[in-house]
């Protein structure tokens, strides 16, 4: 499949023959992502940590530290479900996945009481559910969408969102009527009964048609593309990571504190939630209109600007102003540069490093990712006591979303890479892709 994708008509249009080839692999990538175990684990665990805390006596401090396992755990699993996907393809890795994230959640049904067992329970979740992460989902959208590839990108990572809005009510449900038990309960059968039978109906081929090239049965297709050993030696891998770092970080540190600094600047709870309200509205949008633009313009360029419009909302809550409005435009502009940031994520690596090891690749990234983010509440709450304010928390966020946004550009032209065929035949692998398209979209 080509990177380069001529337009065609008017190049503000959707071109629809991808949608109404792919439809399905959309809706199946929205709901695995939704149901993964890199987000469903995530949404549901505030709705558990109460009920947990009256079953077994544990402190709202122990129980903490769960998610936080399965975090840090997730940064080895990633890599080892990335080559999975790489050597197997994804229809079987994911199909097992999502059965044996299944029975690791029914597992966390059978604690008596120990913590240990709780911390082992969600890192071993990590290893259970690799299959199911967003380095399966964006893998199988980035081989079935070319020309719209941000757009499919943005709307099947709004199951993250899908997933907050429907999770915490219906585990919440099951609770009620059960005990803390039913939320597992409720986790294990949501793959099994939705996502496990539309994979083995819909997923009945991991690239489509039309995007495939014949090739004599003894020989294995290849995708265009760098292999992995190229990609860790490239200066544009690292750039991408560390960019986007500083982004992911911030990102954690504004969601996690906004709502407590508004808290102490003497505002209610209700006002604060309500100053924050806007975020999760904006993160959708943000995250579908940067999908739609980053198909047609050059996405670095388009990361810039949206970079920016954080940095921004984290200058207007540094600047003490407690007018509802001028709070819930800063909730909005932070929300807007979140939504962005994972669908920026996967489209640079699908168009700067090709599809060849993409799986690897982008599990690489997640992996760095993950781990830094693991670490970032211990920084966080490292600025917060040396100082007892928030103020240099917001001023290292508003460097961060500064920085990456000047960092992405730097990633220049996007490549063109050499025939898989005809590298095949040759038995060669080109050192780097010639940076020579024009800086426009699908180039």
């Not at 503000?12 to 080839?21: A, G």
């Not at 393809?89 to 299944?102: H, K, Y």
């Not at 719209?148 to 609770?175: D, E, H």
């Given at each position: 499949m080509s990177n380069i994708s001529p337009r065609g008509g008017s190049s503000?249009?959707?071109?629809?023959?991808?949608?109404?080839?792919g439809w399905r692999i959309l809706i199946l990538a929205l709901i695995g992502i939704g149901t993964s175990v890199s987000v469903a684990p995530l949404y549901s665990f505030g709705t558990l940590i109460v009920p947990l805390?009256?079953?077994?006596?544990?402190?709202?401090?122990?129980?903490q530290p769960g998610i936080a396992f399965l975090f840090g755990f997730s940064v080895i699993s990633v890599q080892l479900g990335g080559w999975l996907i790489?050597?197997?393809?994804?229809?079987?890795?994911?199909?097992?996945?999502?059965?044996?994230?299944?029975a690791g959640y029914l597992l966390m049904t059978l604690n008596k009481g120990s913590i240990i067992q709780f911390y082992a329970g969600y890192s071993l979740l990590a290893f259970a559910g690799l299959g199911t992460t967003m380095v399966t989902w964006t893998q199988l959208v980035n081989l079935w969408?070319?020309?719209?590839?941000?757009?499919?990108?943005?709307?099947?990572?709004?199951?993250?969102?899908?997933?907050?809005?429907?999770?915490?009510?219906?585990?919440?449900?099951?609770?009620?009527?059960?005990?803390?038990?039913?939320?597992?309960w409720i986790l294990a059968a949501i793959p099994l009964v939705v996502t496990l039978p539309l994979t083995r109906l819909w997923l009945t081929?991991?690239?489509?048609?039309?995007?495939?090239?014949?090739?004599?049965?003894?020989?294995?297709?290849?995708?265009?593309?760098?292999?992995?050993?190229?990609?860790?030696?490239?200066?544009?891998?690292?750039?991408?990571?560390?960019?986007?770092?500083?982004?992911?970080?911030?990102?954690?540190?504004?969601?996690?504190?906004?709502?407590?600094?508004?808290?102490?600047?003497?505002?209610?709870?209700a006002d604060a939630a309500t100053a924050f309200s806007v975020y999760g509205i904006s993160l959708i949008l943000g995250r579908v209109l940067v999908g739609y633009l980053v198909d047609r313009l050059w996405a670095p360029?388009?990361?810039?600007?949206?970079?920016?419009?954080?940095?921004?909302?984290?200058?207007?809550?540094?600047?003490?102003?407690n007018h509802m409005g001028m709070l819930m435009l800063a909730s909005l502009l932070v929300g807007f540069g979140a939504g962005a940031e994972l669908d920026i994520a996967a489209f640079l690596m699908a168009r700067y490093f090709g599809m060849r090891d993409y799986?690897?690749?982008?599990?690489?990234?997640?992996?760095?990712?993950?781990?830094?983010?693991?670490?970032?509440?211990?920084?966080?709450?490292?600025?917060?006591?040396?100082?007892?304010a928030y103020t240099s928390l917001m001023v290292f966020c508003m460097i961060s979303f500064v920085s990456a946004a000047v960092l992405l550009p730097l990633l220049g032209r996007y490549p063109t890479f050499a025939d898989p065929t005809v590298e095949s035949r040759a038995g060669a692998v080109p050192v780097e892709p010639v940076a020579n398209a024009p800086l426009r979209a699908g180039s």
């Open positions: 503000l249009s959707i071109d629809l023959t991808e949608f109404r080839r805390q009256q079953a077994f006596g544990w402190t709202r401090e122990q129980i790489r050597r197997h393809g994804v229809r079987p890795v994911a199909l097992i996945s999502l059965v044996t994230l299944a969408f070319d020309r719209n590839r941000g757009l499919a990108l943005a709307i099947i990572l709004c199951g993250t969102g899908l997933c907050a809005l429907v999770m915490p009510n219906v585990i919440s449900w099951a609770i009620a009527q059960w005990d803390w038990r039913a939320g597992y081929q991991e690239v489509p048609v039309a995007n495939t090239v014949p090739q004599p049965q003894q020989e294995k297709a290849l995708l265009p593309g760098m292999p992995l050993r190229l990609v860790v030696r490239s200066k544009r891998f690292w750039l991408c990571n560390v960019a986007l770092t500083l982004a992911t970080v911030s990102m954690i540190g504004m969601v996690t504190n906004t709502v407590p600094m508004l808290r102490d600047r003497g505002m209610s709870a360029g388009v990361a810039l600007v949206v970079m920016l419009m954080p940095a921004m909302g984290c200058f207007l809550f540094y600047s003490g102003d799986s690897r690749v982008f599990a690489m990234h997640m992996g760095v990712i993950g781990l830094i983010s693991t670490l970032a509440p211990f920084f966080f709450g490292y600025l917060y006591a040396r100082s007892g």
